[in-house]
């Protein structure tokens, strides 16, 4: 009980992991865990095709930079299967985003949460980082992040006058607590890439 109360506060070593000889590196770990900041140092790099699944997925509220491969790939996926998956079926769509690349001669930088609910992990191609930020800092990260949206800030501050600023907080707040739970399956996984002999 003490060790999961220090890692709470306390950064650990990313966890690598080789799974197979493909030119892809993978990023897990909780919102705020630094995954985005992380990929973002390859996104200018002509090697990489960079895949923030975030993105992919047209969520609202990513500004960083985004790979011009991006749209053409989030475009085939939806002409393939009509929606991009999401969950364990989001394999079928991992698989078609790295044949992609390799028809690039490209390596692929894949990055969100949307990867680690494939299961097994193991289906995951290359290489895989998980980043093992400490909760309550990635829990900061991601609420402090969220809470500068304009756009949501806007709705509700329209909706509750002065008070939307308190009530887009705890809204956030509340809606980040799954990162609790998150790190729990993040922990669980790298028990299981860890058992794997190499």
């Known amino acids: 009980m003490k060790e999961y109360k220090i890692n709470m506060f306390k950064d650990k070593d990313d966890y690598e992991k080789v799974l197979t000889d493909d030119n892809v590196v993978n990023i897990i770990g909780t919102k705020g865990s630094g995954k985005t900041t992380a990929s973002l140092k390859y996104i200018n790099d002509s090697d990489y095709i960079v895949i923030n699944c975030d993105r992919l997925l047209g969520l609202i509220g990513s500004n960083e930079e985004e790979d011009k491969e991006l749209p053409i790939i989030r475009s085939m996926l939806k002409n393939k299967y009509g929606v991009i998956k999401e969950g364990k079926k989001f394999i079928y769509c991992y ?79 509340y809606r980040r607590k799954s990162i609790f739970k998150t790190k729990r399956d993040i922990e669980r996984k790298i028990k299981e890439l860890a058992s794997l002999k190499n």
Do not use: H, W
């Open 95 to 173: 698989n078609d985003i790295v044949d992609y690349i390799k028809k690039k001669d490209k390596k692929a930088l894949i990055e969100g949460n949307i990867i680690q609910e494939i299961e097994p992990i193991t289906q995951l191609k290359g290489k895989i980082i998980i980043k093992r930020t400490g909760i309550i800092k990635s829990f900061i990260r991601a609420v402090k992040r969220d809470y500068s949206n304009e756009y949501f800030m806007n709705i509700e501050i329209k909706k509750y006058g002065k008070l939307g600023k308190i009530t887009r907080l705890l809204k956030i707040a």
